[in-house]
């Protein structure tokens, strides 16, 4: 088993044990409409991968010394550097999917 597979088991384990009793509606609405936001698909449930595709060596070379010296965190700005290009590349469609 790998340490992943066997992290998400003790994660899993720990979320059922930690479940609040009840959650009112409003609550429990809010929550959905956020993870529904944040949440990924796991790769079993996703038919074709959107962002898959490699960094070549020099690049990530880079990035892990930006991460070092700057102590950002990468995935954020990776994030707004995305959204940014693609609302200026593709306007009408990042208008109808994207927050702003």
Known sequence: MS??????KETEKEEEEEKPSRVTSVEAELVGKRSELI????????????V????PTDLRACLKAIRKSK?????????KQLREA??????QIAEEYLET
């Open 39 to 50: 949440s990924s698909v796991p790769n079993r449930e996703r038919k074709s991968p959107i």
């Open 71 to 79: 102590a950002i965190n990468l995935s954020m700005w990776v994030e």
């Open 86 to 91: 693609v609302a200026q590349e593709f306007p």
């Open 3 to 8: 340490l992943l597979g066997k992290y998400r």
């Open 52 to 55: 898959s595709f490699s960094i």
